[in-house]
């Protein structure tokens, strides 16, 4: 493990700017149609429960990360293969995501980039920054998450005064009933984007106070980040109509180009594609880190840095070959939350924690 200490307020910043990610600038719930907020809400409830795991798993092994613990519960051998498993999980995780910030950055404002190119310079910049530390990582996030705060407000004042906001587009409310919202809550608000938490289990570790404001500040920033995302969705509802929100690929983009007022506020898309940027960023680094402590552990490199660059080419490779297209990318991740992520993100965890509390009955 890196010698380094993560505040209570450098760990919010990082879930919730993880959580939030390409989440919040993509269509969730849509198939919930008006009331995809109520479904996003619902999975909240589902996405408390299953970082809760975490932290449980957390304090019954608090100077471990997850490769540690999985060897202290399982044995040796077998704890060994699962944890390899798991860098392939988070190396994965993070080509997806490089892969889907660099499709949304093209398709909106980088037209004429290759891909290569734009991919290229993501994960240059995030292996610089992990070369550096997990702390300095940290101290970014933190600047970041105030910095698109203070957008998100400046935004969401302009929006409503701009008078493109039309509360009767959410009307009425549970038009179709539960069946629909509960529907989208179990296939795919529940999941995502919680369960690609498990990467913080190699991060808790590094929380430097015992008084339990860390671990509150995790659950806050699951719960803001819920927040956020539900809100995200209903305002995209309420200005561009349910139906428009659900075919676009890039609902918030689209929303905040609506804004104008008079003939000096416009053209506030920056502000979206700076989101994008810095939350892709954080959401990749993270995955990235997590792979390369699981491997550095697992194979006992003395220096996780040395791993940076060759897990940075694994990622960047991978990621330029997963998909045809940014449709087919959501179409599989569909496939993978019931699948991989389901397995990784809440299976294992769960099971991990049932022997390990048993194991402490039975001493």
């Known amino acids: 493990m890196e010698k380094a ?5 450098q760990l919010f910043s990082l879930i919730l700017l993880f959580d939030t990610g390409t989440a919040i600038i993509r269509v969730l719930a849509t198939k919930a149609e008006k009331d995809a907020w109520i479904a996003i809400l619902l999975g909240l409830v589902g996405g408390m429960l299953i970082f809760s795991v975490y932290i449980s798993l957390y304090r019954l092994y608090p100077k471990l990360p997850l490769s540690g613990y999985i060897r202290a519960i399982l044995g040796q051998k077998l704890g060994w293969l699962l944890g390899v498993l798991y860098v392939l999980f988070f190396i994965h995780g993070a080509a997806r995501d490089l892969r889907e910030g660099s ?15 734009v991919s290229a310079v ?8 992990l070369n550096k530390g997990i702390e300095v990582l940290a101290r970014t996030a933190l600047i970041f998450a105030f910095t698109l705060g203070a957008l998100a407000v400046i935004s969401n004042l302009l929006m409503y005064f701009s008078g493109i906001v039309e509360m009767d587009h959410l009307l009425p409310v549970l038009g179709n009933g539960w069946l629909p919202v ?3 809550t179990l296939k795919q608000t529940i999941q995502f984007p919680y369960e690609e938490l498990i990467c913080f289990t190699m991060l808790l570790p590094y929380m430097n106070n015992t008084s339990g404001r ?5 659950f806050a920033a ?4 819920g927040i956020l995302l539900s809100y995200s969705s209903a305002t995209n ?12 690929t890039f609902p918030l983009l689209y929303t905040i180009s609506l804004i104008s007022i008079g003939d000096f506020v416009q053209r506030l898309d920056v502000f979206v594609v700076l989101t994008l940027i810095v939350g892709d960023f954080f959401k990749i680094a993270i995955f990235f880190y997590a792979g390369i402590m699981a491997a550095t552990d697992l194979f006992q490199v003395p220096d996780y840095r040395k791993l940076v660059v060759p ?3 694994i990622v960047l490779l991978m990621s330029l070959v997963l998909s045809g297209n940014f449709a087919e990318q959501i179409e599989e991740g569909d496939i993978l939350l019931f699948t991989v992520f389901l397995t990784f993100g809440l299976g294992i965890p769960l099971v991990l924690w049932m022997v390990a509390k048993l194991g402490k009955l039975m001493k």
């Open 182 to 184: 509960l529907n989208v």
């Open 103 to 117: 499709d949304l950055l093209i398709s909106s404002v980088l037209d004429q980039t290759p891909e290569i190119v």
């Open 222 to 225: 699951v719960l803001t980040s």
């Open 214 to 218: 860390g671990i509150r500040a995790g």
């Open 237 to 248: 509802i309420a200005i561009l109509g349910a139906q428009i929100a659900e075919r676009a």
């Open 5 to 9: 200490k993560l505040s209570p307020g």
């Open 311 to 313: 897990i940075g080419v």
């Open 122 to 129: 993501m994960i240059l910049s995030i292996a610089y920054v």
